[in-house]
């Protein structure tokens, strides 16, 4: 067996704004056998080819063929061409006529170079993409078709005419290369976009970590291609969710105002799917006579939620212009409010002092850079101020915290108690068993017993021991307040949860009686005045535990 070769190069690939000719990325044969091709060849190719009876003079396998073939190049067009190879018949050492390409017609509708041709595989069509992510079918026509800016020069040598049957814009990306189904149906297109890697559980000792498509992190929804459209759907479902509820609450006949509607949706539905978007939302800028840039198909999406909720803190008719509406209910065009929200973002990064940690990255960020750029990139180009003009923000002082209390072990607290000369002293204590749940105080003045007081919380079902010890502090501050002078006291407990609870350097606590103590306690303290200076303020010591 044995293969020829024979070069034909192909020329047409011209552009008349560069005066060269651009390259080839593509081309396809027509899957049809001989017998076929003249079904879809136009009358002027069959008049201008070659003699039927002078084919039949000479037989040989692949003498007399001719195989449609399209080309797509640099010049936004489809070069559609049929090809002699007029193989040498067996036992002639000269082909009767050489190997020659013949131009048949250009296919103009795409507005970037054309990556990718295919024939279905019936041969009645062809399929085109390339650099502006449009898709075209392609079908014969008996009819010429012209489209604006041909020209005329070329329009005369072409032999056969085709029409667009189907012009999609299949992605936003560049494409470089689709295939046809085996019966010529659907077509799977291959963008720059590239495949998500099949990655392996992390198995570490007995413990395995599993793999997800998407993980939320700090409230921010990430891929495993570090990719934001999970995010941007994410927000797109929350603020339909708010938009919904706003319609709810904003009823035309019995709802809440138009005021009040408008500052849920600012102060609560706003702040819930902006969340974040100087992380995950790439500004909108538009340019007079430019195409915009920035994530502007989520801004349009959003747009239309936001409608919405204008619409229900109006109660405006639904033929009502968007404009008008955020208009009329004070609220900023959609990319206008992540805009703001991304400016708001980068004031703040440009305005972190020396010691903070992203000093260095935003003085560096601020530079701009052309490819590869980051959020941080983004939002401080959109700021266009450089971070030496802005002033640092001061460092908040942290919060004075008061230390934690200390309990003296048990012999340490009698031994305090003992040695105490504090002119009044007041012991508390409670108790929980079988028979009930009971509280008791007892005032001593100069170490002897002055008055006692008692109460009865009732069946130990109901009470714990520690509602005691708080009911007991609680008679100690009413035995306080029957004093009528006091220079200095001391409360004894020997509960240390009781002292805690009601401890004012604390926080406010969970429990409704050690809650209700403690206020008792800041009255008793602004009532009666300490005059002793060792007793500044009542003291609520533990003794016994």
């Known amino acids: 067996m044995s293969v020829r070769v024979k070069t034909l190069e192909i ?6 704004e560069k005066n060269y000719s651009e390259p080839i990325y593509a081309c396809d044969f ?8 003249k079904k879809l060849v136009a009358p002027r190719i069959q008049q201008q080819g070659r003699e039927k009876d002078k084919d039949k003079e000479v037989s040989g396998p692949g003498y007399g063929q001719s195989f449609r073939m399209a080309t797509g190049g640099g010049d936004n067009n489809i070069r559609v061409w049929m090809v002699y190879p007029n ?9 009767p006529q050489p190997a020659r390409v013949e131009y048949l017609a250009t296919l103009s509708k795409h507005t970037a170079a054309v990556n990718v041709v295919r024939f ?23 009819k010429p078709v012209h489209n604006f800016g041909d020209s005329a020069e070329e329009l005369q040598y072409e032999k056969e005419h085709w029409r667009p049957r189907v012009v999609v814009r299949a992605t936003t990306r560049e494409v470089y290369d689709l295939a046809w189904s085996p019966n010529g149906e659907p077509i799977a297109e291959s963008p720059r976009k590239t495949r998500p890697l099949t990655r392996q559980d992390l198995i570490w000792g007995d413990h395995v970590v599993r793999t997800v498509p998407q993980h939320v992190f700090l409230g921010v929804l990430i891929d495993q291609e570090l990719r ?26 019995f709802g809440a105002s138009p005021a009040i509607a408008r500052k849920l949706y600012v102060s609560i539905a706003v702040p819930r799917f902006t969340y974040a978007a100087d992380i995950w939302y790439r500004p909108v800028t538009l340019r007079d006579g430019q195409r915009g840039s920035g994530s502007i198909g989520f801004a349009h999406r959003l747009a239309r939620i936001q409608r919405t909720a204008a619409l229900s803190i109006l109660g405006g008719l639904r033929s009502t212009p968007s404009a008008s509406l955020d208009a009329h209910s004070c609220l900023l065009p959609v990319h206008l409010l992540l805009n703001q929200v991304c400016e708001r973002a980068a004031l703040r990064l440009a305005s972190v002092p020396n010691s903070h940690p992203l000093h260095v990255a935003v003085r560096q960020s601020s530079r701009g850079r052309k490819a590869h750029r980051t959020p941080l990139h983004d939002i401080l180009a959109l700021l266009a101020l450089s971070p030496s003009l802005i002033s640092p923000r001061q460092p908040r002082n942290p919060l004075v915290t008061a230390p934690e209390r200390e309990f003296p072990s048990k012999q340490e607290a009698k031994r305090a108690a003992e040695m105490d000369d504090t002119h009044f002293r007041i012991f508390t204590d409670g108790s929980h068993s079988q028979d009930g749940v009971g509280a008791a105080a007892v005032l001593f003045r100069r170490s002897i017993p002055s008055t006692t007081a008692g109460l009865n919380l009732g069946c130990p079902c109901c009470y714990s021991v520690l509602d005691a010890e708080l009911a007991a502090i609680s008679l100690a501050i009413h035995l306080a307040r029957s004093l009528r002078f006091w220079d200095d006291l001391v409360i004894y407990s020997d509960s240390q949860a009781a002292v805690k609870l009601v401890d004012p350097t604390h926080g406010t606590p969970s429990h409704a009686l050690a809650a209700r103590v403690r206020t008792e306690l800041r009255a008793l ?5 300490l005059l002793d200076i060792r007793a500044r303020e009542d003291r609520v010591i533990n003794i016994y535990s």
Do not use: C, Y
Request: net charge positive; proline share 9%.
């Open 11 to 16: 020329r047409w690939h011209h552009s008349a």
């Open 30 to 37: 027509q899957p049809l056998p001989a017998n076929q091709l």
């Open 87 to 95: 193989v040498t018949p067996p036992g002639q050492t000269t082909s």
């Open 120 to 142: 279905s595989p019936n041969g009645e069509f062809i399929a085109s993409a390339g650099d502006d992510g449009m898709l075209a079918i392609w079908s014969p026509s008996d």
């Open 228 to 253: 934001w459209t999970a995010q941007s759907h994410r927000a797109l479902a929350k603020s339909m969710a708010w938009a919904s509820q706003l319609g709810r609450l904003a009823r035309t006949n």
């Open 525 to 529: 303290r602004r009532e009666r005045p």
